[in-house]
Protein backbone atom coordinates (compact mmCIF):
# COMPACT_ATOMS: atom_id res chain seq x y z
CA UNK A 1 0.00 0.00 0.00
CA UNK A 2 1.49 3.37 -1.05
CA UNK A 3 0.13 7.07 -0.19
CA UNK A 4 1.92 9.98 -2.10
CA UNK A 5 1.58 13.18 -0.96
CA UNK A 6 1.98 16.33 -2.77
CA UNK A 7 2.98 19.94 -1.60
CA UNK A 8 4.28 22.75 -1.86
CA UNK A 9 1.77 24.51 -4.32
CA UNK A 10 0.47 27.87 -4.17
CA UNK A 11 -0.09 31.24 -6.73
CA UNK A 12 3.13 32.83 -7.68
CA UNK A 13 3.25 35.68 -10.37
CA UNK A 14 4.43 34.71 -14.10
CA UNK A 15 7.90 34.22 -13.95
CA UNK A 16 8.42 32.67 -10.73
CA UNK A 17 9.52 29.74 -9.23
CA UNK A 18 7.94 27.17 -7.20
CA UNK A 19 9.41 23.68 -5.72
CA UNK A 20 6.58 20.50 -5.45
CA UNK A 21 7.59 17.84 -3.38
CA UNK A 22 5.50 14.42 -3.17
CA UNK A 23 6.28 12.16 0.02
CA UNK A 24 5.71 7.94 -0.34
CA UNK A 25 4.62 6.24 2.34
CA UNK A 26 3.89 3.00 3.29
CA UNK A 27 4.97 -0.08 1.26
CA UNK A 28 7.49 1.83 -1.29
CA UNK A 29 10.03 0.58 -3.37
CA UNK A 30 13.16 2.72 -4.54
CA UNK A 31 13.12 0.95 -7.66
CA UNK A 32 9.82 2.37 -8.77
CA UNK A 33 9.97 5.15 -11.55
CA UNK A 34 8.44 8.44 -10.14
CA UNK A 35 6.43 10.97 -11.94
CA UNK A 36 4.85 14.30 -12.15
CA UNK A 37 1.47 14.79 -14.26
CA UNK A 38 -0.66 17.70 -14.11
CA UNK A 39 -4.55 18.85 -15.10
CA UNK A 40 -5.68 21.84 -15.57
CA UNK A 41 -9.69 22.84 -15.74
CA UNK A 42 -11.64 20.77 -18.52
CA UNK A 43 -8.45 19.72 -19.90
CA UNK A 44 -7.19 16.04 -19.47
CA UNK A 45 -4.21 15.02 -17.38
CA UNK A 46 -1.02 15.24 -19.07
CA UNK A 47 2.43 14.04 -18.54
CA UNK A 48 4.76 16.35 -17.15
CA UNK A 49 8.21 15.05 -15.94
CA UNK A 50 9.78 11.41 -15.23
CA UNK A 51 12.20 9.77 -13.51
CA UNK A 52 14.03 6.54 -13.28
CA UNK A 53 14.48 4.56 -9.76
CA UNK A 54 18.35 5.84 -9.64
CA UNK A 55 17.53 9.20 -10.86
CA UNK A 56 19.74 9.08 -13.90
CA UNK A 57 16.99 9.21 -16.63
CA UNK A 58 14.57 11.96 -16.72
CA UNK A 59 12.06 12.80 -19.59
CA UNK A 60 10.24 15.84 -19.71
CA UNK A 61 7.28 17.33 -22.25
CA UNK A 62 8.23 19.60 -24.64
CA UNK A 63 5.95 22.45 -22.58
CA UNK A 64 8.43 22.56 -19.63
CA UNK A 65 11.79 21.29 -21.10
CA UNK A 66 14.24 23.83 -19.78
CA UNK A 67 11.87 24.95 -16.92
CA UNK A 68 11.24 22.63 -14.81
CA UNK A 69 13.41 19.68 -12.95
CA UNK A 70 12.56 16.73 -11.64
CA UNK A 71 14.76 14.97 -9.04
CA UNK A 72 14.30 12.71 -6.16
CA UNK A 73 15.54 11.32 -3.11
CA UNK A 74 15.07 7.45 -2.10
CA UNK A 75 16.54 8.18 1.58
CA UNK A 76 13.43 10.23 2.12
CA UNK A 77 11.16 8.62 -0.10
CA UNK A 78 10.48 11.96 -2.17
CA UNK A 79 10.03 13.20 -5.65
CA UNK A 80 10.76 17.04 -6.58
CA UNK A 81 9.75 19.48 -9.18
CA UNK A 82 11.56 22.56 -9.41
CA UNK A 83 9.10 25.21 -11.67
CA UNK A 84 10.91 28.14 -12.64
CA UNK A 85 10.02 30.51 -15.40
CA UNK A 86 6.14 29.94 -14.86
CA UNK A 87 3.60 30.84 -17.17
CA UNK A 88 -0.17 30.89 -16.98
CA UNK A 89 -0.44 28.27 -19.10
CA UNK A 90 1.17 26.28 -15.99
CA UNK A 91 -1.72 26.55 -14.08
CA UNK A 92 -3.47 23.34 -13.19
CA UNK A 93 -3.09 20.63 -10.46
CA UNK A 94 -0.24 18.72 -10.26
CA UNK A 95 -0.13 15.13 -9.49
CA UNK A 96 2.68 12.73 -7.94
CA UNK A 97 2.29 9.24 -9.49
CA UNK A 98 4.70 5.97 -9.10
CA UNK A 99 5.14 3.02 -11.52
CA UNK A 100 6.78 -0.14 -10.19
CA UNK A 101 6.71 -2.08 -13.17
CA UNK A 102 8.31 -2.73 -16.59
CA UNK A 103 10.25 0.65 -17.95
CA UNK A 104 9.73 4.16 -17.04
CA UNK A 105 6.67 5.54 -18.40
CA UNK A 106 4.83 8.90 -19.45
CA UNK A 107 1.44 7.20 -19.77
CA UNK A 108 -0.85 7.96 -17.03
CA UNK A 109 -2.55 4.95 -17.53
CA UNK A 110 0.75 3.21 -16.90
CA UNK A 111 1.16 4.37 -12.96
CA UNK A 112 0.58 2.44 -10.52
CA UNK A 113 -0.69 4.86 -7.63
CA UNK A 114 -1.33 8.69 -7.61
CA UNK A 115 -1.36 11.19 -5.50
CA UNK A 116 -4.26 13.73 -4.54
CA UNK A 117 -2.58 16.64 -6.38
CA UNK A 118 -1.51 19.85 -5.32
CA UNK A 119 -2.71 23.32 -6.92
CA UNK A 120 -0.30 25.40 -8.39
CA UNK A 121 -1.45 28.51 -9.74
CA UNK A 122 0.37 31.16 -12.13
CA UNK A 123 -1.21 35.38 -12.13
CA UNK A 124 -0.63 37.08 -15.58
Known amino acids: QVQLVESGGGLVQAGGSLRLSCAAS????????MGWFRQAPGKEREFVAT????????YYADSVKGRFTISRDNARNSVYLQMNGLKPEDTAVYYC?????????????????WGKGTLVTVSS
Open 26 to 33: GRTFSTCA
Open 51 to 58: INWSGTNT
Open 97 to 113: AQRCRGVISSNPGDMDY
